[in-house]
């Protein structure tokens, strides 16, 4: 079946780095585009940072400067590189991949890692 798994969440300090990583499936061999996205309790859930196939990537504003989202195509995976952890980037964050595989196009989530920015 068609699988992201995430891995790199964890406990960090202010201030601190983490790198996550996201593996989809090699089975799926259209992706159309790869993102991360977070959801701390009681709240929405919100895009982080989004990497089209073809095009730059964004990163939402209230990571810009501190997250980098990258993707090797090759192997199916996306990563994000979270730099001067805040408090306020505390979540479970979540892979995300568009599948294109028929007329429609097909959402993938990864089942969450959690990163915890605290003291």
């Known amino acids: 079946q068609m699988l992201l798994v995430e891995s790199g969440g964890g406990l960090v300090q202010p201030g601190g780095s983490l790198r996550l990583s996201c593996a989809a499936s090699?089975?799926?061999?259209?992706?159309?585009?790869m993102a991360w996205y977070r959801q701390a309790p009681g709240k929405p859930r919100e895009l982080v940072a989004e990497?089209?196939?073809?095009?730059?990537?964004v990163t939402a504003d209230s990571v810009k400067g501190r997250f980098t989202i990258s993707r090797d195509n090759a192997k199916n995976k996306v990563f994000l590189q979270m730099n001067d952890l805040k408090p306020e980037d505390t979540a479970v964050y979540y892979c995300?991949?568009?599948?294109?595989?028929?007329?429609?196009?097909?959402?993938?989530w990864g089942q969450g890692t959690q990163v915890t920015v605290s003291e």
């Open positions: 995300y991949a568009r599948i294109i595989t028929g007329p429609s196009p097909v959402d993938l």
């Open positions: 990497t089209p196939s073809v095009g730059v990537p």
């Open positions: 090699r089975s799926i061999v259209s992706i159309h585009l």
